[in-house]
């Protein structure tokens, strides 16, 4: 079945730590994104990609790291410079950005900071 | 620059009834698209419809439909004979043709009394 992995699904960081969050598709699209979900704020975008090893910063980018060394993966870097990174994360990808093709999303990962 | 606003952060329905989820935008382009996804509880974000503004007709998917006011920068999801598992949560969101990012409105709560 094609769709979208993340992983882990619960993710627990110490202070200072960084953390490599997993996303990756099997449904062959160019356009990857990643958003930070918090209670009441709705889906912010922290970083996107349109092809292979091109990337932007979205919204909220700072503390953040992406790479994009493959179409299927767009992992996604918390460093010790986010601040609060306690939050619940999303990736999608979608077929193309220039178009109507909504985003597919995979199930998400909770990162707590202890 | 883009905005969406969803002005009910919680409403409630009885199941097999009606319920209308309100969602304004704000943009000063003339095409673009509008979309509502649903996050029920186990958090996986699936597409409910999806309207091009181009087009006058409402789109319709089952029993969720829309009400499309261009003009007035308006784009409610009606949900008919409401079932347990629509609750959820339901986001807003607007895609503009020359712009590569999808703007999300805060959500709305949705829930769904026996």
């Known amino acids: 079945d094609g769709g979208i992995t993340q992983s882990p699904k619960y993710l627990f960081r110490k202070e200072g730590q960084n953390v490599t969050l997993s996303c990756e598709q099997n449904?062959?699209?160019?356009?990857m994104y990643w958003y930070r979900q918090d209670p009441g704020q709705g889906l912010r975008l922290i970083y996107y990609?349109?092809?292979?090893?091109?990337?932007q910063k979205g919204d909220i980018a700072e503390g953040y790291s992406v790479s994009r060394e493959k179409k299927e993966s767009f992992p996604l870097t918390v460093t010790s410079a986010q601040k609060n990174p306690t939050a619940f994360y999303l990736c999608a990808s979608s077929i193309r950005q220039y178009s109507y093709n909504e985003q597919f999303f995979g199930p998400g990962t909770r990162l707590t900071v202890l | 620059a883009q905005t969406v606003t969803q002005s009910q952060p919680e409403m409630s329905v009885q199941e097999a009834e009606t319920v209308t989820l309100s969602c304004t935008y704000d943009?000063?382009?003339?095409?673009?698209?509008l979309f509502w996804y649903k996050q029920p509880p186990s958090r996986q974000m699936i597409l409910v419809i999806r309207?091009?503004?181009?087009?006058?007709q409402n789109a319709t998917e089952n029993r969720f439909s829309v009400n499309f006011q261009k003009a007035a920068k308006s784009f409610s999801l009606k949900i008919s004979d409401s079932q347990l598992g629509d609750a959820a949560m339901y986001f807003c969101a607007y895609k503009g043709t020359s712009y590569d990012k999808v703007i999300f409105g805060p959500g709305t709560s949705l829930s769904v009394i026996p």
């Open positions: 943009t000063s382009e003339s095409d673009y698209y």
């Open positions: 309207q091009e503004a181009y087009k006058q």
């Open positions: 990609s349109q092809i292979v090893n091109d990337f």
């Open positions: 449904l062959n699209h160019d356009a």
